[in-house]
């Protein structure tokens, strides 16, 4: 079991920047991958970003791609989220999630992922 905690959500005017971080505890070992996710209001959550817990790769959605950028502090046991150029179609509650599954280097679809944080909300408007 792996339990995920993510903070550093809030407001921010378009243009602006957040980092989110998300703290990971428990059965580290397990994870292969880690990645991020948002839901706006009346949508379906979609994945935006996804790091390989090993090898650091990365892969991004189309509309975050350039503007956000995933990393991690294994020694830290910490996910980041750093967001710029935020944009007010960016406002959602933001999740971080952790799979295990090793026929995936990394990937953003949410039936892969097994453990998921509790969210933290991102609102961009001016």
């Known amino acids: 079991q792996v339990q995920l905690v993510e903070s550093g959500g809030g407001a921010a005017q378009p243009g602006g920047s957040l980092r989110l971080s998300c703290a990971v505890s428990?059965?580290?070992?397990?994870?292969?991958?880690m990645g991020w996710f948002r839901q706006a209001p009346g949508k379906a959550r979609e994945g935006i970003a996804s790091?390989?817990?090993?090898?650091?790769?990365?892969i991004y959605a189309d509309a975050v791609r350039g503007r956000f950028t995933v990393s991690q502090d294994t020694a830290k046991r910490t996910l980041y989220l750093q967001m710029s150029s935020l944009k007010p179609e960016d406002t959602a509650m933001y999740y971080c999630?952790?799979?295990?599954?090793?026929?995936?280097?990394?990937?953003?679809?949410?039936?892969?992922?097994?453990?998921w944080g509790q969210g933290t909300q991102v609102t961009v408007s001016s």
């Open positions: 999630a952790a799979g295990s599954l090793t026929t995936y280097y990394n990937t953003r679809d949410e039936p892969d992922y097994s453990d």
């Open positions: 428990g059965y580290v070992d397990s994870i292969q991958y």
């Open positions: 790091i390989n817990r090993r090898h650091d790769g990365t």
